[in-house]
């Protein structure tokens, strides 16, 4: 490995896609493991199930304690995936209902998909408490035993409603405010105005109401409000934040590398020809698109760069007037991708990823993800620095 004289200052980029995004936290778990490797996480930005691993990973970064993050990751996502019988169920109805030929097109505003949905959040809670009255004297067992089994078959509130599994593992009221480094980046879209927010934990508290706002899926949530903004989800703007890694940023806090986990394949070997190929290949060029434009971004401001450096070359007396330091606000930044690929996910099967896999949540399948993010990620720190795809300029 080539040596360093300091750590590279990385900043990491989680694309947002679902249940694809355990691979996610497969990735950022094992790059948290390699505690000897010559690099330093600056920041880290997320959108939808990406910005859930971001922020996990940035509490545990603020707190000095990787292992710290790698345990939230880990407890996240198996409290995620569809565990007791009837969280099977739900899990099989929601891949069938999104599979199926005829589209279900039912706003998350309706009355009657909005009662349905609380009483199953609700069905849980029930249960404990109606269990829980005899937790006294002889009915104590039973009671226990009870319950113990009633939570094998029965639907989790937090399975349900994101809000509770994010406060079940991070208590946000002590999550550090204004802090420089590391740094938090939450995308989303103002429903109204249609303008980009990269929610930014350098100047605003981070709150379950932010990675909701990053994760609201129009037809799925409703949108959520923060502040004075309606917001959805931030594929629809910034998937994820990557330009603000380095606009109005001071020179020596800018990232050295931005490192990118993107879910959504860039290429694809055949010509989409049925219905879902179709629409699995549309649904993965519109989460892209957002990527590519905030990537091409870094790259025109290294063309900018390497201008400069020629112009300095050429005219030594621009270098050291004003204009010479107003132009050295920026420096050549590379970027570089952790993919999944589907062929050594799948190695055993012939079937792969679509969009309705994005909503998969049984633990085989979201384990599969993880592992294959842990192997992903270690071929990767393998070959790094050196021997890694760096995208600059073109």
Avoid at 109 to 126: E, I, K, N, R, T
Avoid at 185 to 196: H, N, S
Avoid at 305 to 329: C, N, Q
Avoid at 366 to 386: N, T, Y
């Amino acid at each position: 490995m080539e040596k360093l004289q300091k750590p590279v200052r990385v900043a990491i980029a989680c694309q947002g896609g679902g249940a694809h995004t355990a691979f996610t936290a497969g990735v950022l778990n094992k790059i948290l493991e390699q505690t000897r490797q010559p690099f330093e996480i600056v920041a880290l930005s997320g959108t939808s199930g990406g910005a859930v691993c971001a922020l996990f990973t940035w509490y545990g970064l603020s707190k000095n304690d990787p292992e710290m993050a790698r345990k939230l990751l880990n407890g996240f996502w198996t409290d995620n995936s569809a565990n007791s019988f009837m969280e099977k169920l739900w899990n099989l109805w929601a891949l069938g209902a999104v599979r199926a030929p005829v589209e279900a097109k039912v706003s998350p505003y309706s009355p009657g998909l909005s009662w349905a949905l609380d009483q199953a959040l609700l069905q849980g809670d029930f249960m404990q408490k109606m269990l829980g009255f005899g937790d006294v004297g002889v009915f104590s067992s039973w009671s226990a035993f009870a319950r113990s089994e009633l939570e094998k078959y029965s639907l989790r509130g937090e399975f349900l409603d994101l809000k509770r599994l994010l406060e079940k593992h991070i208590d946000f009221s002590s999550l550090p405010r204004c802090l420089k480094k590391p740094r938090l980046l939450v995308g989303a879209v103002e429903v109204r105005t249609g303008e980009f927010k990269a929610f930014d934990s350098k100047i605003e508290p981070i709150l379950p109401e932010t990675i909701l706002a990053s994760a609201a899926l129009p037809n799925l949530f409703k949108a959520v409000h923060i502040d004075n903004g309606v917001y959805w989800d931030g594929l629809f703007s910034q998937n994820p934040p990557v330009r603000e890694f380095v606009k109005d940023v001071d020179l020596a806090d800018k990232p050295d590398q931005i490192w990118v986990i993107q879910i959504n394949p860039s290429k694809r070997d055949t010509e989409p020809t049925t219905v879902e190929e179709i629409l699995d290949r549309r649904n993965e060029l519109s989460g892209n698109v957002s990527l590519e434009q905030e990537i091409d971004f870094i790259k025109t401001l290294n063309k900018v760069v390497k201008a400069t450096d020629e112009l300095f070359k050429a005219h030594p007396e621009i270098s050291a007037s004003p204009a010479g330091d107003a132009l050295r606000r920026y420096k050549t930044v590379k970027i570089c991708r952790i993919e999944i690929d589907e062929q050594r996910l799948f190695s055993d099967r012939a079937s792969g990823l679509d969009y309705a896999s994005k909503l998969d949540r049984s633990p085989s399948f979201i384990q599969r993800l993880v592992e294959h993010g842990k192997s992903q990620a270690e071929s990767f720190l393998d070959g790094w620095p050196e021997s890694v795809d760096y995208e600059i300029y073109h």
